[in-house]
């Protein structure tokens, strides 16, 4: 088992900035992935980053060139921080963790971003 805690995420006007952190304890693999989904009122859940195994990034195109996200792979812990956001970025934000175990993608129990306009 992964357990996974999130902290971040609040209330900000349209343009400006939050940051959201996550960390992970209990059986890490050595390679594995962590990064950020996000569902919104109605809607799918979706990525929005997330840094691979290989320790690549990878970007929703809506998250590219406004979210950065960085992941200590020492202390478990993985950071989205969010900048010009807009009220379109309002959503819950789920913090995952996934390695090649079978079984083994674990959920944050989702943490609310409001970005008024």
């Known amino acids: 088992q992964v357990q996974l805690v999130e902290s971040g995420g609040g209330l900000v006007q349209d343009g400006g900035s939050l940051r959201l952190s996550c960390a992970a304890s209990?059986?890490?693999?050595?390679?594995?992935?962590m990064g950020w989904y996000r569902q919104a009122p109605g809607k799918q859940r979706e990525l929005v980053a997330i840094?691979?195994?290989?320790?690549?990034?990878k970007y929703a195109d809506s998250a590219k060139g406004r979210f950065t996200i960085s992941r200590d792979s020492a202390k478990g812990t993985v950071s989205l921080q969010m900048n010009s956001l807009k009220p379109e970025d309002t959503a819950v934000y789920y913090c995952?963790?996934?390695?090649?175990?079978?079984?083994?993608?674990?959920w944050g129990q989702g943490t609310q971003v409001t970005v008024s306009s």
């Open positions: 995952n963790y996934k390695d090649p175990r079978p079984a083994h993608e674990f």
């Open positions: 209990g059986s890490i693999f050595e390679l594995y992935s």
């Open positions: 840094v691979l195994g290989s320790g690549y990034p």
